[in-house]
């Protein structure tokens, strides 16, 4: 009985090692929609591509020839946007949106329009971006300096917001690192509202942890003297708030044994559609204005012996 049993096993093994090589029908192509604008910006730019086949690995090639505009559906003001070889640009010397005001995407592709709503919502300010001092712990091996910062989510219920850090100039942009609050807490039903954001937002989203080469499952400390953390809170519409945490539960994937037991994968919503409710063209990304506060700060060599 144990001989046929290591047999199975064996044979179990060898299979895990064949290497198939699918012969995949092309999808059908979906537009995708890259519009995510800010305010406190003179350039705003709309990338309109084409989704390509699952092991096409090039660049996606801007649609040409559409027509992009955004109205401000409170006052009337249209932005026209013209095309260039990187995007659809609007450009001016005044700063573009009002906050509290609803805005419309129109596209024009191929005989088609689309649009998409927006809410520009209200931002709070950042108050500070402190580093502090922590003793070794069961995941970094010596001590250690991490970043915070401190905001404090409005009164009523409804603001959302996408914070995004940067660390020595790089935008921290990898799906785990989506770090996105509904209120002052981090998800839509925790009910956390009008005072300061959960301490997973305002800490563990600023402190990238690299692992160690030389000593499995423990980490390199997320900031050495001379490093400099910078954020901004950007005000996002609600419908906003679930598509990002739909693109990180989607793109943050655990790998190996573990997706068995994983969300399966799955398109995302999109807040734009086709006019024609008859159209059959499909669509996906997706359209907001957001106000934008931000702060830093540089773990220089003096704060740091002061942090001890």
Request: glycine share 6%; net charge negative; proline share 5%.
């Amino acid at each position: 009985m144990k001989k046929i049993i290591h047999l199975i096993v064996l044979l179990c093994l060898i299979s895990c090692e064949t290497v198939i090589y699918p012969d995949l029908d092309n999808p059908a192509e979906i537009i995708v929609v890259d519009a995510w604008l800010v305010q406190n910006q003179t350039i705003q730019e709309i990338r309109l591509t084409r989704s390509q086949a699952y092991f096409d690995d090039s660049d996606p090639q801007l649609i040409e020839g559409a027509s992009v505009s955004v109205t401000n559906l409170n006052t009337g003001i249209i932005y026209d946007f013209q095309e260039t070889e990187s995007g659809y640009r609007w450009t001016s010397d005044t700063l573009f949106g009002i906050e509290g005001n609803e805005y419309l995407l129109n596209l024009e592709i191929d005989g088609e329009t689309f649009q998409a709503h927006a809410h520009l919502g209200r931002v709070p300010e950042v108050d500070s971006v402190v580093f502090r001092y922590n003793p070794e712990d069961y995941n970094i091996l010596e001590s250690y300096y991490s970043a915070e910062f401190y905001a404090s989510d409005f009164p009523g219920v409804g603001d959302a917001y996408w914070i995004k850090t940067w660390k020595n100039g790089w935008l921290l942009n990898k799906p785990s690192e989506i770090n996105i609050g509904f209120d002052a807490g981090i998800s839509m039903g925790q009910e956390v509202d009008g005072v300061v954001f959960h301490k997973s937002i305002r800490r563990d989203y600023l402190n990238p942890l690299e692992e160690r080469t030389d000593r499995a499952n423990y980490y390199y400390p997320p900031y050495d003297i001379g490093d400099s953390v910078f954020v901004e809170i950007h005000s996002i519409d609600p419908v906003a708030y679930q598509y990002l945490s739909a693109v990180r539960t989607q793109t943050d994937r655990p790998g190996g044994f573990s997706e068995l037991f994983a969300v399966p994968l799955a398109n995302v919503l999109t807040n734009l559609h086709p006019t024609d409710p008859t159209s059959r063209t499909a669509i996906a990304g997706f359209f907001n204005v957001a106000a934008v506060s931000s702060g830093g700060a540089q773990l220089t060599e003096e704060l740091a012996n002061k942090l001890q």
